[in-house]
Structure formats: structure tokens, C-alpha cells
């Protein structure tokens, strides 16, 4: 098994998996097909009883569009992998017709899995600040699965940054066959872990740099302590997190209100994380297969002097 490695690949085994696979392992008619947005292809029969699943994921990076151009070079840069378990030669250009390996940790082995990038879209518009970057990879012949995946970012018109993952897939090897569960799983991990990634990449190096947070204060309201202001403002930005883990109990909102305690900014999370996966791509079955949104966040709250949950 040539993808399989016992330690984690070197670039010349990357590169011998890479010039080994020389064509894509899906059909032809569904290259390009991850440009589509998300509610196409979880509408697509076609791709449904060719046994595709369609997977995806949402996550708020900021807004403005600073945050814009930092998450499109953060994907140029392939930091989207930027877990330990996980990598792309950072070096791999996004053009068209690249091809690169992605090299999963699974357990003891690595996998090397080959994929070719197939586009790589940009538009902006010109009267208004509105922008979006993205790139699809699909997987060719030596690949566990068979498919696309699209990595993007969008300005939207409410000026806010978004990081999207869309991917269809469905096993192409007799070991992802028998553990597919187990890959759609460690898909949806992956969407989690890249979210975080994404989210922390020096998008915004302080949640106030995001929202503005002295903006939320009425402009009539003047004399205010603003170091005590944007502290509140924080402290609701920790009450509000997506997940409930990651909230403080009351007893803790207390002793943060009333005590000059440092608050651990860095474990912040920008909030509007959505996840929809395992959503099979047909019509006929939507009340079993519409996509939820699923809060991912399990890392507990961390406060200086004061116990998590």
C-alpha cells in the first residue's frame, strides 16, 4: 500500500505519490461541481444515487475587509491544515491544474492522499465591498476517496468574513469501504480543526479589532471608563460563545464582573460557527437528510483564576 507510511512522509514520498496518480478516480461530469454553492449540491440526485455525500461547513472569521485578504492569503498559504495530524506542503501553489498531497496522521500510520486543484475562482465587485476567494481540489488515483473539496472566503454584503468548506465524496478503496463511518467522521473533525485554524490565523489579533467595541457604546454616552466598557463587552463575548463548554457559569460571570481579574482573551472564539455534514445530496429524502447546524466547539473556557466548567 504506497500511501501508507510509518512516518510522517517526506517530500520526496509525497512527491513520488503525487507523479504516480495521473487521473482523477471520479467521473468527469462532476469536475468543477464543488464551485456550485452548498444547497445545489445537497439538492443534486444525480450525485445522491452515484453515491456521493455532501458535506459542509460554515464558520464566521470576522469582517471587513482586512479580514478578507488575511483569510485569502491564510488559504494561499495553506494554513487551513494547519493542525499537527494534518499538512499540505506549504509551499503548493493554488493555481489550476496543481497537483498536491495531503498527508493525514490516522491512529499509528500516515496516509498520503494525491488531489489536483481544478479551479480557483475571485470576483470582486466595484460598487460595493463584496468579495470572494476559493479553489476546489479533486482526488485522483491512489486517493482513499473519490471527489471534491472547495476551500473558500467571502465578504459579504453585511461586511462580514465567512470561511466555507464543501466537499462530495464516497469510499474508492476497499479499506475506506469498510470505514467510511469512521472517514465521514474524521471529515467532520477536519472541518472543525480547520475552522479553528482558519479563525486563528491573525485574522483579527483582538476580538475588539473585529467589532469595533467602543462602536457598541451610544455616542451620546461621553466621560465613560473605556477600559471598563470594552472589559464588559468581553466578558458578554465569553457569556455568548457558540458552545456551552466554552461559557463561564454564573458564579464566574461574578467574580469576572467585581474582580480585576485577566480575562484569556486568546481562548475567544468569533461567534456564527455552523456546521451541517453527512447530508446526502437528494431531494426525495429531506425530512431524514436536511442538514443541522451543529455547535463543534468542545474546548473548555479558560480564564486566568478561575475553574472551567
Known amino acids: 500500500m504506497d500511501f501508507l507510511r510509518w512516518a510522517c512522509p517526506s517530500p520526496e514520498e509525497q512527491k513520488s505519490c503525487i507523479n504516480k496518480s495521473v487521473a482523477f478516480n471520479y467521473d468527469i461530469k462532476y469536475k468543477g461541481a464543488s464551485a456550485k454553492p452548498a444547497s445545489s449540491l445537497q439538492e443534486n440526485e444525480e450525485l445522491s444515487k452515484d453515491g456521493f455525500f455532501v458535506n459542509h461547513a460554515k464558520v464566521l472569521l470576522g469582517s471587513g475587509p482586512e479580514t478578507y485578504e488575511k483569510g485569502k492569503t ?33 491512529i499509528v500510520p500516515w496516509i498520503m492522499m494525491p488531489l489536483q486543484v481544478v479551479f480557483v475562482n475571485e470576483s470582486k465587485m466595484a460598487n460595493k465591498p463584496v468579495a470572494s476567494f476559493s479553489f476546489g481540489s479533486g482526488t485522483l488515483k491512489g486517493h482513499l476517496l473519490a471527489g471534491e473539496e472547495r476551500f473558500s472566503v467571502e465578504l459579504d454584503e453585511n461586511n462580514q468574513v465567512w470561511y466555507e468548506i464543501l466537499s462530495f465524496s464516497k469510499p474508492d478503496h476497499f479499506i475506506s469501504r469498510i470505514g467510511y ?28 479589532h473585529v467589532y469595533h467595541l467602543l ?8 466621560g465613560f471608563p473605556e477600559d471598563e466598557v470594552i472589559r464588559y463587552i468581553k466578558i458578554a463575548f465569553f457569556c455568548t460563545q457558540g458552545s456551552a463548554s466554552r461559557r463561564p457559569t454564573m458564579g464566574q460571570v461574578v467574580d469576572m464582573l467585581s474582580r480585576n481579574t485577566r480575562l484569556n482573551e486568546k481562548e475567544l472564539l ?22 443541522t ?7 473548555p473556557i479558560s480564564v486566568t483564576q478561575i475553574t472551567p466548567r
Open 74 to 106: 491564510a488559504l494561499q498559504t495553506w494554513k487551513h491544515f494547519g493542525m499537527n495530524w494534518a499538512f499540505v506542503d506549504p509551499q503548493t501553489p493554488v493555481q489550476t491544474g496543481e497537483k498536491l498531497c495531503v498527508c493525514v496522521k490516522e
Open 293 to 299: 447546524s451543529t455547535q463543534m466547539s468542545s474546548v
Open 181 to 208: 463511518p469512521y472517514a465521514r467522521l474524521r471529515q467532520k473533525y477536519f472541518a472543525n480543526q480547520s475552522s479553528s485554524a482558519m479563525q486563528n490565523y491573525d485574522l483579527d489579533a483582538e476580538v475588539c
Open 215 to 222: 462602536d457598541m457604546v451610544d455616542p451620546e454616552l461621553k
Open 270 to 291: 468569533a461567534p456564527g460557527f455552523s456546521q451541517d455534514m453527512g447530508a446526502r445530496s437528494s431531494s426525495r429524502n429531506k425530512s431524514s437528510d436536511t442538514p
